[in-house]
Every structure is written in C-alpha cells, then in structure tokens.
C-alpha cells in the first residue's frame, strides 16, 4: 500500500508567476483535500475533491484551483502568486463519506517560497 | 466561525513527566476531535480520534473530550524526548472539513 506522494518538494517562485503542485492520494483513497500551513500556523482548508470535482472550499479567493483525476490523483493550481502565498501545501487524502470518521493521510507536503 | 484554539506554548516537561496538551472549539456540532504530531518540517501524523465522551487511551496516549464544556485534551504519559513535536488539534463538524488548531509545541527535556 503506497501512502500520500506530493511533488514538488521544495520550489521557489516570484510573485505574479504561477504553481502547480501535485499530489497522489493513498491506495484506496478517492477524496483529497489540500491545506495551506504557514509558519507556526496550523493547517488551513482550501478545498476537497470527490469523484474529481470540488466538494467543498475553504477563504481562499478563486486564484487557487484544483483538479481530480479519475485516477484520484489531484493538482492544486496558484495564479499571480503573492508573497503571503509562501507556505507547506499538504495534500491529504481519505476514505469517502461525510461521518467524520474518517480520517486524514498527509503526504510529505510541497515547501512554496515566493520571492 | 468555527474555531479551534490551543496554546502555543511551547509547553515543556522534563522526561518521564506526563504532559497535558488542551484545545478547546466553538462549533457544538462538532463531531469527530484528532490530535496529530508534527515534527519539524515534516507533515502532520495521527495519533488520536476520539468521538464520544470520556476518555481513550492508547499505549502512553490518553484522549479526553468533554462535549458539554468543548473542550478536547491529550496526556501523554512517561514523555519522551521522541515526543518533543507540534502537537495539532483538529476538528469535524458532521460532513464538513476538518479545521485544525495552531499547535502547541511540546518540549521534552532530557
């Protein structure tokens, strides 16, 4: 069973340039949601994907966008980056259902810096 | 507004010392409560779900969750200095996201 794999690991971009991150769910798992974790900062929502449309949707303005793949694999999008868009994007991954039970997987996260 | 808020700390106690991490939250539909780790520069990992109230133990982890109060905490007992992390709280209201705390970050002391 493979866990949660995000690509890049670590990238630097300017501001007004764009960004897209990657990330490949857990076997078996066929929702992801992304979350932006600044500096000392807990995780922040910013959106979740179901059968590879957006199921929900954190403060987070429309130049951040997502897509799922049939494969359940998953890209977060930045446009006209921001210097304040510098943080560790976690994808996560989990079982369907809306109980709440079920819980997060994280990958290894994506270090953004926006110089 | 749903919030989730925890001490920053940092919280520390010397090893062997049971250490006592708290979060509190202001949605009572709350549902289901996590505490993830962090260690440094790495992503969060779970340690504890607990979803009714009282308290749940795994090995040297204890969860406790009072709905009535909202309040959700974690002991860790016999701290190690392998424990010295962020230490999130995470909450779901019923068919919602989860919404995490700021952490509080843990130092065990040799």
């Known amino acids: 069973e493979t866990g949660v794999t995000q690509s890049p690991t670590h990238l630097i971009k300017t501001r007004g340039q764009q960004v897209t991150l990657r990330c490949s769910s857990q076997s078996g798992h066929n929702t992801v949601s992304w979350y932006q974790q600044a500096l000392g900062q807990g995780p922040q929502f910013i959106f979740q994907?179901?059968?590879?449309?957006?199921?929900g949707r954190g403060n987070f303005p429309p130049r951040f966008s997502g897509l799922q793949f049939p494969n359940y694999s998953s890209e977060l999008n930045v446009n006209a980056l921001e210097l304040d868009d510098s943080a560790l994007y976690l994808c996560?991954?989990?079982?369907?259902?809306?109980?709440?039970?079920?819980?997060?997987?994280f990958g290894a996260g994506s270090r953004l810096t926006v110089l | 507004q749903k919030e989730v808020e925890q001490n920053s700390g940092p919280l520390s106690v010397p090893e062997g010392a049971i250490a006592s991490l708290n979060c509190t939250y202001s949605?009572?539909?709350?549902?289901?409560f996590f505490w993830y780790r962090q260690y440094s520069g790495k992503s969060p990992e779970l340690i504890m779900s607990?979803?009714?109230?009282g308290d749940k133990e795994d090995g040297r982890f204890t969860a406790q969750l009072n709905k009535a109060s909202q309040y959700v905490s974690l002991l860790i007992r016999d701290s190690q200095p392998s424990d010295s992390a962020t230490y999130l709280c995470a909450v779901v209201v019923y068919g919602q996201n989860f919404v995490f705390g700021p952490g509080t970050r843990l130092s065990v002391l040799p």
């Open positions: 994907y179901y059968r590879e449309e957006e199921n």
């Open positions: 949605d009572r539909g709350s549902q289901s």
């Open positions: 607990i979803y009714s109230n």
């Open positions: 996560a991954s989990s079982l369907p259902g809306t109980s709440g039970a079920n819980v997060l997987t």
